[in-house]
């Protein structure tokens, strides 16, 4: 979808990789799946195992209606808790520069394509959810990977001739960014692996890496717990201020609360039911930087038992 015709110079690189774009929407209190895969309203597909949901809350994958409307959506999944998401991935060949270039314009199409997606989802799948509505909040998550090419460009190399276009594009800024600024973004950089580099920020991730599979599953989910923390603190805020004005009545209807079924009229309750629901997404979210810290140090072990063969 990206492509360049700039020359082959130094500092005009070709690479070669794909841009992953993740959105999420919330739709509702809760998903009937079981229901789901039982009616014909959508198309199942199977799924693998995930590593950070268990059983009760393993999603389900389906299939657009029409796919061919949207030709670079990957993965289309329904959670039981409310959730919808997606996954894109959009082919790229080109250097840095273009991709950065084309970064905005990307995230801008993504996001109104991830829109028309799910409302043909939610329409296909509203009478099995939980207060529905189309919908409450949404979230985002970009993942730039470029292959590596360790016989061409070392890692310090790349950093040096391109940190500045990597900082400046996972910021979504099509100029470069101030230098100190670019050098935080640098220093968070994560080497696990000889010729392997993760630079992780806010809204987007580099990932020059020759196995990432792992990874992309990693940064969908946590896209995902972003959506739901985001909820729990609209829902922390309304309560607390109902307590603050000393109103113990009812939320509104439309208020959104996720994992949450009767309304527990006791404010004092309902604080610890909402954290427990806390507790749960903190808990996977431990397990997945656990997961990853674990990847990371038995990727160095191997690099430091290959050095000393």
Same mark, same amino acid.
């Given at each position: 979808m990206i492509e360049s015709s700039q020359n082959h110079k130094n500092t005009q690189h070709i690479f070669t990789g794909n841009i992953y774009i993740f959105h999420a929407f919330d739709v509702g209190d809760d998903i009937n799946l079981e229901k789901i895969e039982k009616s014909s309203v959508v198309k199942t597909?199977?799924?693998?195992?995930?590593?950070?949901?268990?059983?009760?809350?393993?999603?389900?994958?389906?299939?657009?209606?029409?796919?061919?409307?949207?030709?670079?959506?990957v993965s289309c999944k329904v959670h039981n808790f409310g959730?919808?998401?997606?996954?894109?991935?959009?082919?790229? $060949?080109?250097?840095?520069?273009?991709?950065?270039?084309?970064?905005?314009?990307?995230?801008? *199409?993504?996001?109104? #394509?991830?829109?028309?997606?799910?409302?043909?989802?939610?329409?296909?799948?509203?009478?099995?959810?939980?207060?529905?509505?189309?919908? *409450?909040?949404?979230s985002a998550y970009s993942v730039f990977q470029i292959d590596p090419q360790p016989e061409v460009i070392n890692i310090p190399t790349l950093k040096e001739n391109y940190g500045g276009i990597i900082a400046s594009s996972l910021r979504f800024e099509t100029e470069t960014l101030a230098e100190y600024k670019k050098n935080e973004i640098?220093?968070?950089?994560?080497?696990?692996?000889?010729?392997?580099?993760?630079?992780?920020?806010?809204?987007? $991730?580099?990932?020059?890496?020759?196995?990432?599979?792992?990874?992309?599953?990693?940064?969908?989910?946590?896209?995902? #717990?972003?959506?739901?923390? *985001?909820?729990?603190?609209?829902?922390?805020?309304? #309560?607390l201020n109902l307590i603050y004005?000393?109103?113990?009545?009812?939320?509104?209807?439309?208020?959104?609360?996720?994992?949450?079924?009767?309304f527990a009229p006791d404010p004092v309750g309902f604080m610890g039911k909402l954290k427990a629901d806390i507790s749960v997404i903190t808990e996977r979210l431990e397990g997945a930087l656990n997961w990853l810290v674990n990847r990371i140090i038995l990727s160095f072990m191997g690099c430091l038992c290959k050095s000393l063969i």
């Open positions: 597909v199977s799924l693998p195992a995930s590593k950070y949901f268990k059983n009760y809350h393993r999603p389900i994958g389906i299939e657009l209606a029409n796919p061919a409307s949207s030709p670079y959506c959730v919808v998401s997606f996954t894109y991935k959009i082919p790229f $060949t080109g250097t840095l520069e273009s991709m950065r270039k084309e970064i905005n314009s990307l995230d801008f *199409h993504f996001f109104e #394509q991830s829109s028309k997606d799910s409302k043909v989802v939610f329409d296909a799948i509203k009478d099995f959810v939980s207060k529905s509505f189309f919908y *409450h909040m949404r640098l220093e968070s950089a994560i080497g696990y692996f000889r010729g392997d580099l993760i630079i992780v920020d806010s809204y987007a $991730t580099f990932l020059y890496d020759a196995e990432y599979e792992e990874l992309l599953d990693l940064f969908e989910f946590a896209n995902i #717990q972003q959506l739901e923390l *985001h909820y729990f603190d609209l829902i922390l805020d309304q #309560q004005e000393g109103r113990v009545g009812t939320v509104p209807t439309r208020a959104y609360f996720p994992f949450i079924g009767v």
